[in-house]
């Protein structure tokens, strides 16, 4: 972060708590700094650095609270926050939302096959696959289990089809090695565009429907709410 412009005389601090790295600071202006005025820079430097950390600290700490902790998806308590504030601005203003409902085929077949340490490591390949597919303005989430949400902002129904076969398409063709060999996945998708003024619950009930619809169909399908 920049805060002025930059002149021809500079300061910099480097902002460190015992051996850890917390950043620099570079001050700046057309005159040279005094004696004085450089022990007060100091002085200030000496009493943000405790504060700073604690300040990161706490930022971490928040930021790990909202991930799933094997995948690194969002977890329950962040999708239900995103969701609410997606709906929100989508009711307010007119726009469009989607929701995907996403299931890893036979997901069971695999841990009973190949342990549950590979069924971790099919975790998270599918949701770094999944990730990969997105925009910066969408949302990924570790629904549960083997079940993933994914938040369409400004996407219509047209739209999240897209989507959702591009997502499909990419886990299909998903290889994951180990030592017994090379395990292959699918995904259900079941996807639901919101509905005006709908709730969180409904438009999730309608996508999860949608998808058990395309498990009953014969799965490694992609299946649309009404």
């Known amino acids: 972060m920049a805060l ?3 002149s021809t005389h500079h300061i910099q601090y480097t902002l460190n708590y015992q051996t850890e790295f917390l950043g620099e600071i570079t001050f700046t202006r057309a ?5 004085i005025e450089l022990s007060n ?3 200030i430097m000496s009493s943000l650095v405790l504060p700073l950390r604690n300040a990161l600290l706490y930022s971490t700490a928040l930021h790990n609270a909202m991930k799933d902790p094997l995948t690194g998806a969002g977890n329950r308590i962040s999708m239900q926050s995103t969701l609410e504030r997606d709906i ?4 307010r203003h007119n726009q469009a939302l989607s929701v995907l409902m996403v299931d890893i085929d036979y997901f069971k077949r695999i841990n009973d096959t190949y342990g549950h340490s590979t069924g971790d490591t099919v975790l998270v390949n599918v949701a770094h696959t999944l990730q990969k597919q997105l925009r ?7 629904y549960g289990g083997e079940e993933f949400l994914v938040v369409l902002p400004n996407t219509c129904s047209l739209g999240a089809a897209v989507v959702a076969e591009r997502l499909r398409a990419s886990l299909e063709a998903l290889q994951i090695s180990n030592e017994q060999g090379v395990i292959s996945v699918t995904a259900s998708i079941g996807c639901a ?3 005006a003024q709908e709730s969180l619950n409904s438009v999730l009930q309608r996508s999860d429907a949608a998808l058990y619809a395309a498990k009953n169909k014969g799965r490694n399908q992609v299946s649309y709410a009404s």
């Not at 929100?88 to 009711?91: D, E, T, V």
């Open 4 to 6: 002025g412009a930059n």
């Open 31 to 35: 005159q040279r700094f005094d004696d």
């Open 41 to 43: 820079l100091e002085s």
């Open 88 to 91: 929100a601005i989508a009711q």
């Open 136 to 142: 910066n303005s969408d949302s990924l989430f570790r």
């Open 193 to 195: 565009a919101l509905k």
